[in-house]
């Protein structure tokens, strides 16, 4: 390492490496989804360097990558495959401006996508993270519609309790209080319809119910205001930060039929579900019926994943009849839409060694077995009265933990019972829930369970020394 490149000696006198670090940031960044008056108490873990799933600190403590380092690491970290795409594109071309030129990266990551959707979708719009992805989804559905003479369709519809990122327009269309309500003032008014989520299941009813409820609600939504609404916006399969809420793959099917009924776009956020994390590369690839022809949304929205947790990229994908309808002598008539690092061609060729992993590697077939694993190692939560609702879908797993059982700042107990359990975790709210590398394997599988099952033992036990009035203890469940 070169003197440059090497971190500089940040201990005083007689202070861990660790500490020093943690000092300095908070001396000096603002960091990310953080009240950082709380960080003072329960100050950011230092990273001094990675390998596979594992994290490191400055003192030698390691850690596994439980969440993917905020769901966007797939290949684990300094993926050999991946570090040479990368060194062999900063010898050739780091970036050019993509307008009004063109290089091989972003090209071909746009022909490889396309074909993975069936030439259904394709034209790759760049941008660098996930509420950018969706900004332009929205705006190029409102302009697709007014260049089609009807601009009178400007309008969205959201499902509650959806995110789809923090920037003004993409947080107009989501539904989580903490990220929107400070801004509510600035942001433009989206409808809003039920969530799909299984979990709100009555007695006897089935996820499929659910969807079919949810879907009833759309339609009532679109019978009257269908004439104004530009586009709806959905997280296929699950929705990640409303605590993994996962939902039948029938209500995508549902929306597609009402979207075509009702002349409405339908956008799907694939930003956190994309790129294998459902069990299929798109999770809208699981919309069609079992030998019915696959259905497709109007967008798609990419990112976290699609660069395998190494550079910023985002992309939409859309269909050839929106794309035309911005083809045009009248400059006005275009997508306009830019910023200055747009399709990168380090980050897509970043994107396109993922590709080369999941087409070398059979990775969704190869994920099946740790999966199947870590499903096995995790199943006594279902029997587990403080627990409701275990689930999985691909590569995500989550549980809820009892209100009456989780006690004060359970996500952040549970965070630091699991850093000292050599787990790297962070639950939404009283959501626990694992989203591994895909270098999982059945033995690391078995571990994991097992680490995240102590870590739960430790933290409810807690809860219940701080409030034994209050909460009823069980037997300890198996630990794999």
């Not at 390492?1 to 202070?15: D, F, L, Q, Y």
């Not at 609404?229 to 009402?258: K, S, T």
Request: negative net charge; charged residues 20%; glycine residues 6%.
């Amino acid at each position: 390492m070169s003197p440059a490149s090497a971190p500089r000696s940040s201990s005083t006198a007689g202070e861990a490496p660790n500490a020093a670090w943690q000092r300095r940031s908070l001396a000096s960044v603002w960091h990310p989804c953080t009240q950082m008056q709380r960080a003072q108490t329960v100050p950011p873990l230092p990273i001094a360097r990675a390998s596979g799933p594992w994290l490191y600190d400055y003192e030698g403590g390691r850690y596994f990558d439980a969440n993917s380092s905020w769901w966007v690491n797939l290949f684990g970290h300094a993926d050999a495959r991946l570090n040479a795409a990368l060194r062999d594109q900063l010898d050739t071309l780091p970036h050019v401006m993509l307008a009004g030129c063109t290089h091989a990266p972003a090209v071909e990551l746009a022909e490889r996508l396309n074909a993975l959707t069936g030439g259904v979708l394709g034209h790759a719009f760049y941008a660098s993270d996930g509420a950018s992805a969706v900004e332009i989804a929205l705006k190029m559905s409102f302009h697709a519609w007014r260049n089609r003479g009807r601009g009178n369709k400007r309008e969205f519809v959201c499902v509650r309790q959806g995110y789809h990122g923090e920037t003004l327009g993409a947080l107009a269309v989501t539904d989580v209080a903490v990220f929107r309500d400070a801004y509510d003032p600035l942001l433009m008014r989206a409808h809003l319809v039920a969530s799909p989520d299984a979990r709100l299941a009555a007695a006897g009813e089935s996820p499929a119910d659910v969807a079919a409820r949810a879907l009833a609600e759309v339609r009532v939504l679109f019978e009257s205001r269908h004439e104004h609404i530009a586009a709806f916006i959905v997280e296929p399969l699950v929705q990640c930060a409303a605590g993994m809420a996962m939902h039948d793959p029938a209500y995508l099917r549902g929306l597609r039929a009402l979207c075509d009924d009702y002349e409405v776009h339908l956008i799907a956020d694939e930003i956190a579900v994309g790129c294998g994390r459902s069990g299929s590369f798109f999770a809208f690839e699981q919309a069609a019926a079992p030998g019915e022809p696959a259905v497709w949304p109007d967008f798609v929205c990419l990112s976290k994943g699609i660069s395998g947790g190494y550079l910023p990229l985002s992309l939409v994908l859309t269909r050839d009849e929106i794309y035309r309808v911005f083809l045009d002598d009248d400059i006005a008539r275009g997508f306009l839409h830019s910023h200055s690092y747009t399709g990168n061609a380090l980050a897509c060729r970043a994107a396109l060694a993922v590709l080369d992993r999941f087409a070398e590697d059979d990775v969704i077939a190869r994920n099946r077995a740790p999966a199947a694993a870590l499903s096995a190692a995790l199943a006594p939560l279902a029997e587990d009265e403080r627990i409701e609702h275990l689930r999985q879908r691909g590569m995500i797993w989550a549980f809820d933990v009892r209100e009456p059982h989780a006690g004060e700042r359970f996500a952040e107990r549970f965070h630091l019972a699991g850093r000292a359990r050599g787990l790297l975790i962070r639950p939404i709210g009283r959501t626990v829930y694992l989203m591994p590398p895909y270098v999982l394997d059945d033995e690391l599988a078995v571990w994991l369970a097992a680490r995240t099952l102590d870590t739960l033992e430790q933290t409810l036990a807690d809860a219940a020394r701080a409030a034994p009035h209050h909460v009823a203890r069980t037997p300890e469940p198996p630990t794999a």
